[in-house]
């Protein structure tokens, strides 16, 4: 990253803490914003300030403009200067015996610890890394362009799947074959084939894929989140705790077996949020999520007032008078 971009990071570090909306900035940074996205921001940041979010805006476009004029050396030298994470979690992937699926949201610089967590595992075994065609997903062209620039040489170890018939079925043959998958669970493409989990105080929409790659490969998963390092042109990666698919459940029923896949997903949604609850503000999806105030989950001191409500309530209510017309 360049000196110029560094000190423009830290000279307007003060305006993290400014709490008015600012339309010349917005204007600045090329950010379109609604009255209703400021709130949702300011929502999703807790007590977080909404020069937070323009100071995290900066330094994401900073980033993105670099890397595209970067050749391979110079890529890889910048993501390896802005990386602060200590990596003595992720000797367990390495050394697993079986294939290991790394989960990881679109949260802070989630692409450049990607992209480094992706560059150190491919040393030692093969890293396949899976996400949405961009035929379907819209920016996710990045994708492509980072792995042609950065691991296009098979002797990085490092390959890419979209999510179609044929990269999932590399998916689970890799994993078979113990090799590792890094997929983000908080994106989807039908929304049909979602179900809901809790997180963030909202429910979301969510695929359950990624507990079913380590059912049917008997793989494990790790959940990993991108953060910001001390509000710099830096970050780390925090590890979570590897989750393990129940032993017992090869031969179970559909049903049973989906009850499982939901369970796996929620407690990778929940680590994900142990992480990212006092950030939230640098997640991609923050917006939308926030919106669906439709799914607002209810505190469970307020549950009992609302059943009594609803059990008083016309529709809910025992009938008063039965006619037998028989």
């Known amino acids: 990253m360049s000196l110029l971009a560094r000190l423009l990071v830290a000279a307007t570090a003060p305006a993290r803490h400014l709490d008015l909306r600012s339309r010349h900035i917005e204007r600045m940074l090329g950010m379109r914003l609604a009255e ?34 970067l050749d391979r050396e110079r890529a890889l030298a910048l993501v390896q ?13 390495i050394d697993s015996p079986t294939g290991v699926i790394v989960a990881i949201p679109h949260h802070a610089h989630y692409i450049l610890s990607m992209t480094a967590l992706a560059g150190r ?31 296009s040489p098979l002797a990085s170890g490092v390959d890419i799947m979209h999510d179609n018939r044929q990269g ?15 997929i983000m669970p908080d994106a989807f493409q039908d929304e049909d084939a979602t179900m809901m989990v ?36 830096a970050f780390m ?18 049903r049973q077996a989906r009850i499982r896949d939901y369970a796996v997903t929620r407690d990778v949604f929940q680590q994900f949020e142990s992480a990212m609850r006092n950030e939230a503000y640098l997640w991609q999806h923050v917006r939308g999520h926030f919106a669906n105030s439709a799914m607002h989950l209810v505190d469970k001191e307020a549950l009992p007032g609302i059943l009594e409500a609803m059990e008083n309530a016309p529709p809910f209510r025992a009938p ?3 006619l037998d017309l028989t």
Request: aromatic residues 8%; charged residues 20%; hydrophobic residues 40%.
């Open 168 to 182: 999932l079925a590399k998916a689970i043959k890799g994993l078979k074959n113990g090799e590792i998958v890094v």
């Open 36 to 69: 209703t996205d400021i709130r949702l921001v300011r929502q999703a940041g807790g007590s977080t300030p909404i020069g937070a979010y323009y100071h995290w805006y900066l330094q994401k476009l900073l980033v993105a403009r670099a890397i595209r004029k």
């Open 198 to 233: 809790p997180f963030l105080g909202r429910l979301m929409n969510t695929m359950l894929g990624t507990a079913i790659l380590a059912r049917k490969t008997g793989s494990w998963i790790l959940p990993v989140v991108s953060k910001l390092h001390r509000n710099r042109l």
């Open 237 to 254: 990666t925090h590890f979570g705790t590897r989750l393990d698919y129940p032993a017992d459940s090869s031969g179970l029923p559909a």
């Open 320 to 322: 008063d008078l039965a």
């Open 121 to 151: 595992l491919g040393k030692h075994r093969p890293v396949n890394v899976f996400y949405g065609q961009p035929a379907t997903h819209k920016g996710n062209e990045v994708f492509d362009r980072m792995h042609e620039v950065l691991f």
């Open 81 to 93: 200067a802005m990386d602060h994470t200590d990596y003595t979690a992720a000797q367990p992937i």
